[in-house]
């Protein structure tokens, strides 16, 4: 081995232990979503964590960075009082126990990531000017003056609080824009039920695409009689529908025509048909499920994978969607005991 080469090893060996505070050892069957997804990180995140790592060559015993010191980012700006991050605490969870908003924690807090608190480090939670002080919150829309269910600022909440990264301004506008029209959805806790499985669905409304088909379409998958010729109907947008009656129903029923049915990937890169897709399916095959209505958000996820989820080997996915309900009526205000009936139960 030449020296420049030794060298180079050396050099990234010293900066690995240097950025990297804790590691996950790759064990058989990993893959890149499954390892961020177990440390509840972003893919995105994982990536530059490892710069330079290769996804489809991951071998048993390789050391993955998962957490790095360099992304704890002290506060910015004028400060003139700090919270010390405990086990348990989250960006929301902070903000809501000393009494300031999402909004304004992530203003006094520039640049922070949420997805990497880590116990011990200091966060502001109070401006020069007192709790909130000196902080310009942004403005919301409320449901009073534009009709809309739930607010930004809700919105933002519920997505963070469950864990996930915060969400782009375009996909709130999409989210309440179209839960009437195109899912039939008029309360306030149906929404939160439909958010919760979504979020679930896409990881946090990051994932438009089925991870396992992104490389190869799942060749053989998904497949009828029926297909347009050059088409895959693996799972798209953030409910992931699949196969191909679906988007021709999808099609025929948000736009009169075949758009989604022959072009199929539309679902995936247009935010817009995302959102329409997914209430779409929800008004064909969860609204009007017995329960839904009342509340009990075990039926929501029986429509949605019930085979699998409510009866099947993975109950334990069921529990976790539950899981994000929970934290989704919280950040909505909606103060009422979550029920768990209808899908094992």
Not at 145 to 168: C, H, M, W
Not at 218 to 232: F, H, N, R
Not at 263 to 285: C, E, H, M, P
Request: charged share 15%; with cysteine; proline share 3%.
């Amino acid at each position: 081995m030449n020296i420049f080469l030794t060298s180079c090893i050396l050099f990234s060996l010293i900066y690995l232990a240097y950025t990297c505070s804790q590691y996950h050892t790759v064990v058989s069957g990993d893959i890149c979503y499954t390892i961020a997804n177990k440390y509840q990180i972003t893919l995105n995140d994982l990536m530059n964590l490892n710069p330079g790592l290769n996804c489809q060559l991951l071998y048993i015993g390789q050391q993955i960075c998962i957490t790095s010191p360099l992304t704890t980012k002290p506060p910015s700006g004028s400060c003139s009082s700090y919270y010390t991050v405990r086990p348990g605490d989250y960006c929301y969870l902070i903000a809501q126990n000393n009494g300031i908003s999402l909004i304004d924690f992530y203003n006094l807090n520039n640049g922070i990531n949420c997805n990497y608190l880590q116990v011990g480090q200091s966060v502001c939670i109070s401006g020069g000017g007192g709790s909130g002080g000196g902080v310009t919150t942004t403005s919301s829309p409320s449901v009073t003056s534009t009709g809309n269910l739930v607010t930004k600022d809700e919105f933002i909440n519920a997505v963070v609080s469950s864990g996930y990264q915060r969400p782009r301004d375009d996909q709130y506008v999409n989210f309440v824009s179209k839960a009437r029209p195109d899912g039939s959805i008029t309360s306030k806790r149906e929404l939160a039920m439909f958010l919760a499985q979504i979020l679930w669905e896409s990881g946090g409304l990051v994932y438009l695409s089925e991870i396992a088909c992104l490389q190869n379409g799942c060749a053989g998958s998904y497949v009828t009689a029926d297909d347009y010729p050059g088409q895959k109907y693996y799972g798209r947008g953030y409910i992931q529908l699949t196969w191909s009656y679906n988007y021709k129903a999808a099609s025929q029923d948000l736009y009169n025509d075949l758009r989604l049915y022959t072009n199929a990937n539309q679902v995936a890169l247009d935010d817009g048909i995302a959102w329409a897709v997914s209430f779409w399916y929800w008004k064909k095959n969860v609204h009007s499920r017995p329960g839904v209505s009342s509340g009990q958000f075990g039926a929501t996820t029986n429509a949605i994978n019930g085979a699998l989820e409510c009866s099947g080997p993975y109950t334990s996915k069921a529990r976790q969607r539950f899981e994000i309900y929970k934290k989704v009526l919280i950040a909505f205000s909606i103060f009422e005991a979550p029920i768990e009936n209808g899908c094992y139960n």
